[in-house]
């Protein structure tokens, strides 16, 4: 037999012999899935469910609750990932932005929400539908995060938001949201858009989930949330998700990797 050939064949037997996918065999294919909880701070109790969940839950808590620096502590002692959800036009109230502010002004705010809200590592936008759209604001946002050292995740809460492309353009750590959990607060609806998050991370590699802290919502996570893995999907936390999707667009954010 030449030499060659037997060489080849036994390069073959010792692929075989250490499991090497054979030919038409495909690897296993990796679905990640992230939760975020938004509007935290307002109710100890409720919120504590947050907390119990069981797995690397991201709490967005609220500046302007009355339990937001408690509550921030609690998450953190419990080695849950602290963001600030800051408001955003149409959003109110004393740390909300709106366009006509002053950069200024809008650096004020941001900087009281940080101090309001302990232990944030990064922070996603409450509403913003006007806020997330002026890209002079979410330019200014990004460098001011990337110097904090914090990351962004855009909650979409807008077809024309820019935010997550200003994030992409100078690099920023930074992800977007792909399913809303609960838009509709029935149980029937909640489980529903949680499949879908599912579907989306096993088509795709991901899903970045958002949710609420209604009961209805709380209800369905503590039931389905234990049976991700038997769906072949693995629960990691946003930090992770991050280093996944590499700063990079899902095909419903953007094109080739790119925000729109």
């Known amino acids: 037999m030449h030499y060659g050939l037997i060489i080849t064949l036994l390069c073959c037997l010792a692929g075989v012999a ?72 149409p959003a109110t109230g004393p740390f909300a932005w709106h366009p006509e502010l002053s950069i200024e002004e809008l650096g004020k705010r941001l900087d009281a929400a940080f101090k309001a809200v302990p232990y944030a590592s990064g922070t996603n936008n409450h509403m913003g539908s006007r806020m997330t759209a002026q890209p002079e604001a979410m330019a200014w946002l990004m460098g001011e995060l990337q110097r904090r050292h914090k990351f962004f995740l855009d909650s979409r809460t ?47 590699g991901s899903a970045v989930m958002i949710g609420h802290p209604y009961p209805q919502t709380l209800a369905v996570l503590e039931r389905e949330l234990p049976k991700l893995k038997a769906q072949g999907v693995e629960w990691i936390n946003i930090k992770l998700m991050i280093s996944v999707r590499s700063n990079q667009a899902m095909a419903g954010h953007g094109k080739d990797g790119k925000y729109r």
Do not use: C, W
């Open 18 to 89: 250490q499991g090497a996918p054979i030919s038409g065999e495909s690897t296993p294919h990796k679905a990640y899935l992230s939760l975020i909880i938004d509007d935290l701070g307002q109710n100890l109790p409720r919120d504590r469910r947050v907390l119990a969940l069981p797995g690397p839950v991201t709490t967005a808590i609220m500046p302007d609750t009355p339990h937001a620096a408690e509550f921030a502590r609690e998450a953190h002692r419990a080695g849950k990932i602290v963001i600030l959800h800051m408001p955003m036009d």
């Open 158 to 204: 807008s077809a024309k938001t820019v935010a997550a492309a200003q994030a992409q353009k100078i690099g920023l750590a930074s992800v977007s949201r792909d399913v809303f959990l609960d838009d509709e607060r029935n149980e029937a609806a909640i489980t529903q858009q949680l499949q879908t998050a599912i579907k989306l991370a096993h088509k795709q």
